[in-house]
């Protein structure tokens, strides 16, 4: 039964609130200290009323006894002025007793019962016994003492310890009804503190459950010292911030991929309605209308695979192949292979230090080919475009540079958005989607790089990409 009423009251503390547990450790705790120091202070009040007993035993021992030595040829043990020095407002009594337990001398009121002296002195010669029953509390001793007339005797001397222990009594019940007055204020007090410091739980989570997606801009207003709640809000605010981030990238990015889709399916649809109306008869039309769809949809596989490896890494699910290789060979190799795909442009690697780096061979290299391309588009022919590499202490720097259009100061913060063009009608007809950039940036975060672009219109563009030798 006992065993059934444990579990439920477990049970029930393990469904209670956060308060009410944090309420019912501090009560136990509270009272587990004030039951650990009523002990100390119940012992130690009876240490010290039983110490106190025993030395007025002593001392009259001693008085009795320097008494009865001193006059041992004059004085008769059965004459009360023996106990004449002994004070009367101490609770002492007297007996004195031979061997066969016949009383010789006894003072006032000595109505205790004794164990016979001569089994007390037996096992503890001249030690205080303390004998607590029906009697009351007692605090004795024997003393053994050899004279001429009665031969052995023995003085017994009792403390009645019966005040003290009332007042052990009434100490008892005093720091019991302190402690049952402290406990109850314990529990109320300490349910009114962790209701106070658990109410910005409260805040937290009733702000959390009215974040939504339609509402992310609530936040925690943290007020306070900088402790571990403040802390916990900061920290939710900050994860607010980074879900609200994303969505808002989640959501401008299925906008302009919308936008950017709508163009090129609009043409296709343009030139299918084209091939329906004269496409079977109209040979020109027929070819025209092929050759359209085809770059157009040549143009959609081009963004949808941006589009993909954008979303992949807004993901995290791409993985980075990192290996050694020269990085000088790499930029001999690309800058070849767009002399051969682009011919009508002087593409040079002028300065190519020598050295290795640790990366992802092929997102380097591609890194390297939109800049190129970004520089072929807005270069005119017989334009100059220069790739060159340099050491600098534990760094490397990548240089791309040419001799283009450049690019308006207040337009540089931003090409590296996705989607962004700087003149689109313009970009429109070089093939731009406004990604390529954003691709490069995005390569070079994940290799902890950082990028750097200079332009000037009509002068031409310098783009430099600084990258740790050991990323």
Do not use: C
């Not at 588009?377 to 040419?402: A, L, R, W, Y």
């Amino acid at each position: 039964m006992l065993l059934k009423i444990n579990n439920y009251v477990l049970k029930v503390i393990k469904r209670a609130k956060i308060s009410i547990k944090l309420t019912i450790v501090y009560a136990f705790m509270f009272s587990l200290v004030l039951l650990l120091l009523n002990a100390s202070i119940l012992y130690g009040v009876k240490y010290y009323l039983y110490n106190q007993a025993n030395k007025q035993i002593e001392d009259i021992e001693s008085i009795i006894l320097n008494k009865i030595t001193s006059q041992s040829q004059k004085l008769d043990l059965s004459n009360k002025e023996i106990f004449t020095d002994v004070p009367s407002k101490e609770n002492i009594s007297i007996r004195i007793i031979q061997k066969d337990g016949k009383i010789i001398n006894s003072s006032e009121k000595f109505y205790y019962k004794l164990k016979e002296p001569q089994d007390d002195v037996k096992k503890s010669e001249d030690k205080e016994k303390r004998l607590e029953d029906k009697q009351g509390h007692l605090v004795y001793r024997n003393v053994k003492f050899e004279g001429e007339k009665y031969s052995t005797v023995y003085i017994q001397i009792v403390k009645d310890m019966r005040n003290e222990y009332d007042f052990m009594k009434i100490l008892f019940g005093t720091m019991a009804v302190a402690d049952f007055i402290g406990i109850i204020a314990s529990i109320i007090i300490g349910y009114m503190v962790s209701k106070r410091m658990l109410k910005p739980i409260d805040y937290i989570t009733k702000t959390a459950e009215n974040i939504s997606i339609n509402n992310l801009k609530e936040r925690i207003e943290v007020k306070g010292p900088e402790d571990e709640l403040k802390r916990l809000a900061n920290t939710f605010n900050k994860m607010i911030d980074r879900l609200q981030g994303a969505f808002n990238r989640q959501a401008q990015f299925v906008s302009d991929a919308s936008h950017e889709l709508r163009t090129p399916i609009a043409v296709i649809q343009g030139y299918a309605n084209l091939l329906d109306r004269w496409g079977k008869n109209d040979r020109n039309a027929l070819e025209k209308s092929i050759y359209g769809i085809k770059l157009e949809a040549t143009d959609m596989a081009n963004l949808i695979e941006k589009l993909l490896l954008l979303a992949k890494g807004d993901s995290g699910t791409v993985v980075i192949e990192k290996k050694e290789f020269w990085l000088n060979e790499l930029i001999d190799e690309v800058v070849k292979e767009s002399r051969i795909i682009e011919q009508n442009h002087i593409i040079s690697s002028n300065k190519n230090d020598t050295v290795k780096i640790f990366a992802d061979y092929k997102m380097i290299k591609q890194m390297l080919r939109i800049f190129i391309d970004n520089s072929i588009k807005f270069t005119p022919e017989n334009g100059k475009i220069d790739i060159s590499s340099e050491i600098q202490d534990k760094i490397v720097k990548i240089t791309v540079s040419d001799t283009g259009i450049g690019i308006p100061k207040d337009e540089i913060e931003n090409i590296f958005n996705r989607f962004y063009i700087v003149d689109k009608s313009r970009s429109k007809e070089k093939g731009g989607t406004g990604l390529g950039l954003s691709i490069a940036k995005w390569i070079i975060d994940m290799h902890q790089g950082t990028i750097d672009v200079k332009s000037e219109e009509y002068k031409g563009s310098k783009v430099t990409v600084t990258l740790n030798l050991d990323t």
